[in-house]
């Protein structure tokens, strides 16, 4: 039984102003058995028991709205995960929590991170003379690590079969740690 008593259901609340986000991650998650509810001031008493996402427009908004379910609402730290856009808001989130003395820590997904370790890679690939389809297979391998990915998508066409000498899915410790199988000449 999942959590608060539904048969095979996880729950999650998302408390976000942003139409478009709640569905689509509403969306994204019940593909992996979560039901996803709305979430707002309107039920954020019940967040002591079910996990909360928070997105807000810009991460100080976002910072803030941590802010008051901690310290109006007295939501544990460890039910909360803040999506950010900037680096700079984890640091914020510490020092929300340090300053009203919470116990724990908020959980939270930078975007910008998530952006950055994409592009360097991205970088680092190409000058080490990795092909697009390559880079494409490894970041197909990356974000199957997140989630289940679409199985067609570590599939090779055979246009990436004529461009690459061995075909098939990455095995992503060779290519983290620079033993590529094919490079531009």
């Given at each position: 039984?999942a959590?608060?008593?539904?048969?095979?259901?996880?729950?999650?609340?998302?408390?976000?102003?942003?139409?478009e986000?709640?569905?689509?991650?509403?969306?994204?998650?019940?593909?992996?058995?979560?039901?996803?509810?709305?979430?707002?001031?309107?039920c954020?008493?019940?967040?002591?028991d079910?996990?909360?996402?928070?997105?807000?427009?810009?991460?100080?908004?976002?910072?803030?709205?941590?802010?008051?379910l901690?310290?109006?609402r007295?939501?544990?730290?460890?039910?909360?995960?803040?999506?950010?856009?900037?680096?700079?808001?984890?640091?914020?989130?510490?020092?929300v929590?340090?300053?009203?003395?919470?116990?724990g820590?908020?959980?939270?997904i930078?975007?910008?991170?998530?952006?950055?370790?994409?592009?360097?890679?991205?970088?680092?690939?190409?000058?080490?003379g990795?092909?697009?389809?390559?880079i494409?297979?490894f970041?197909?391998?990356e974000?199957?690590?997140?989630?289940?990915?679409?199985?067609?998508?570590l599939?090779?066409?055979?246009?990436e079969?004529?461009?690459?000498?061995?075909?098939?899915?990455?095995d992503?410790?060779d290519?983290?740690?620079?033993?590529?199988?094919?490079?531009?000449?």
């Amino acid at each position: 039984m999942a959590l608060n008593g539904t048969p095979g259901m996880k729950k999650i609340y998302f408390d976000t102003s942003n139409r478009e986000y709640f569905e689509t991650v509403k969306k994204i998650l019940a593909t992996k058995g979560w039901q996803v509810m709305d979430g707002g001031w309107h039920c954020s008493a019940k967040y002591k028991d079910v996990p909360v996402i928070v997105y807000d427009n810009s991460t100080a908004a976002t910072v803030n709205t941590v802010r008051s379910l901690l310290k109006k609402r007295k939501v544990p730290p460890k039910m909360v995960c803040a999506l950010l856009d900037q680096h700079e808001g984890q640091a914020d989130l510490n020092r929300v929590i340090k300053e009203l003395g919470c116990e724990g820590e908020v959980s939270s997904i930078c975007s910008a991170v998530i952006y950055d370790y994409m592009f360097q890679s991205v970088r680092l690939l190409l000058r080490k003379g990795y092909r697009d389809a390559e880079i494409q297979k490894f970041f197909d391998f990356e974000l199957g690590r997140i989630g289940d990915v679409d199985s067609s998508l570590l599939r090779s066409t055979e246009e990436e079969e004529k461009d690459s000498s061995g075909g098939g899915p990455l095995d992503f410790f060779d290519r983290k740690f620079g033993g590529l199988s094919t490079k531009t000449e």
